[in-house]
T-cell receptor, first 115, second 112 residues
Framework: AQKITQTQPGMFVQEKEAVTLDCTYD???????LFWYKQPSSGEMIFLIY??????QNATEGRYSLNFQKARKSANLVISASQLGDSAMYFC????????????FGQGTELSVKP | DGGITQSPKYLFRKEGQNVTLSCEQN?????MYWYRQDPGQGLRLIYY???????QKGDIAEGYSVSREKKESFPLTVTSAQKNPTAFYLC???????????FGPGTRLTVT
């Protein structure tokens, strides 16, 4: 069964420090994509970063990087130099290309950045 | 500005009434999606459409219907058959099945 697991319901981090949000996935497909989205209290979903299953390099986008360990089926998000505006829900998602590109989401991790 | 619009932001309905949520995009994307989010949960796929006049059921399609008569529009109807319609509904679109999805601001539906 295809599934995304985020085991951290809530996380706290001090401003300016780095934080890692965990994500593990389960699929038998060879071709898939992994995404991280940020959802502030306003509700919109903001795309942060993408990793393809065949990409050998870990993806990076500014302060965001994705620690992709294919053998372990993990795709952890690392946020460096946390800012107060990073406080939000973070969702890991997997895209299945042979199923119309639909996204399967994890339960989310609520990140709180302390000043 | 290019983007996805959903209206209204908040919607209230009485039980037993059908209600239609709008989703419009001017990004020229082929694929569009509807998701439902319940409190403290991730998103679940209701319906998706990869091309005009074609759509497929997602994981929780029961009690919902959609149409895709125009490329830029993908309205979702929540019917009275949906047992628990109160939720946050998000529409998304993408250039193709392999591209990232961009989301609208969402509609919060409350049925009493």
């Amino acid at each position: 069964a295809q599934k995304i697991t985020q085991t951290q319901p809530g996380m706290f981090v001090q401003e300016k420090e780095a934080v890692t949000l965990d994500c593990t996935y389960d699929t038998s497909d060879q071709s898939y994509g992994l995404f991280w989205y940020k959802q502030p209290s306003s509700g919109e979903m903001i795309f942060l970063i993408y990793q393809g299953s065949y990409d050998e390099q870990n993806a990076t986008e500014g302060r965001y990087s994705l620690n992709f360990q294919k053998a372990r089926k993990s795709a952890n998000l690392v946020i460096s130099a946390s800012q107060l505006g990073d406080s939000a829900m973070y969702f890991c998602a997997m895209r299945l290309y042979n199923q119309g590109g639909k996204l399967i989401f994890g339960q989310g991790t609520e990140l709180s950045v302390k000043p | 500005d290019g983007g996805i619009t959903q209206s209204p932001k908040y919607l209230f309905r009485k039980e037993g009434q059908n209600v239609t949520l709008s989703c419009e995009q001017n990004l020229n994307h082929d694929a569009m999606y509807w998701y439902r989010q319940d409190p403290g949960q991730g998103l679940r796929l209701i319906y998706y459409s990869q091309i005009v006049n074609d759509f497929q059921k997602g994981d929780i399609a029961e009690g919902y219907s959609v149409s895709r008569e125009k490329k830029e529009s993908f309205p979702l109807t929540v019917t009275s058959a949906q047992k628990n319609p109160t939720a946050f509904y998000l529409c998304a679109s993408s250039l193709g099945a392999g591209k990232e999805q961009y989301f609208g601001p969402g509609t919060r539906l409350t049925v009493t």
